[in-house]
């Protein structure tokens, strides 16, 4: 299977992604920012960093980068899409999935090993985990709280759409604790935590992230 990683000005963990792409057993395809196609890739990943200096609000200037109209395009034929940490933002700029990312409560940059909840086990992303797994993954975000109006969390939680949930602390103030998201179909998903840099064991919190790399294929092709 061929995973698209973008890059985007500023981006800090496209390689990191493409690694964690290729230890989970698929092909690792560099997108670029500018890029007007997707070049046959069968799922996208949107990596952490900074993209375009993070001007504006986080993800607000990458939204309208030429490829995010392939990757809109493509999403809404169902191809899978990991936004992680500023691909969580850049995908909410986008409108593929609802809500924002603002600065974390505490107003400092936290960076820690982070335990999760996976509360959803049916997007392609997450189909390698048993349903309320708790897992340990790297978090490292100055923008981090998720935040959305009450109708729509509400939403969020009754039709299953909370991916991933905060254990022991909440690091940002994400309302109701909530790590990551998905659209409604289930093939978008954001996840404000790094899954990349969990996926060896000689470096970073263990192996807890690589099943978002792993599962891709049965699921999204069974």
Not at 139 to 147: D, I, Q, R, S, T
Request: net charge negative; glycine share 14%.
């Amino acid at each position: 299977m061929k995973v698209g990683v973008v890059t985007f000005p500023g981006s800090l963990d496209e390689v990191d992604a493409q690694r964690a792409v290729t230890i989970g057993g698929h092909t690792a395809v560099p997108l670029w920012h500018g890029d007007h196609d997707l070049q046959g890739v069968d799922a996208v990943i949107l990596p952490g960093g900074f993209s375009y200096g993070d001007y504006l609000r986080c993800g607000a200037i990458s939204r309208f980068s030429p490829v995010m109209a392939e990757v809109i395009e493509a999403a809404g034929k169902g191809m899978p899409v990991l936004g992680i940490c500023n691909g969580f933002q850049i995908l909410c700029e986008s409108h593929l999935l609802p809500g924002a990312l603002i600065r974390n409560d505490h107003r400092k940059f936290v960076c820690r090993d982070q335990r999760l909840r996976i509360e959803n086990t049916s997007t392609p992303w997450t189909s390698s985990y048993a349903e309320g797994a708790a897992i340990t993954i790297v978090l490292k975000n100055g923008e981090g709280g998720f935040v959305a109006d009450t109708e729509t969390l509400d939403r969020l939680e009754g039709e299953g759409r909370v991916v991933a949930r905060y254990l022991d602390v909440n690091p940002n103030g994400s309302l109701r604790d909530i790590a990551g998201i998905s659209n409604e179909r289930g093939n978008v998903v954001g996840l404000m935590p790094h899954p990349e840099h969990a996926v060896e064991d000689l470096t970073g919190a263990g192996t807890d992230g690589l099943g978002f790399f792993t599962g891709l294929v049965e699921h999204a092709f069974a």
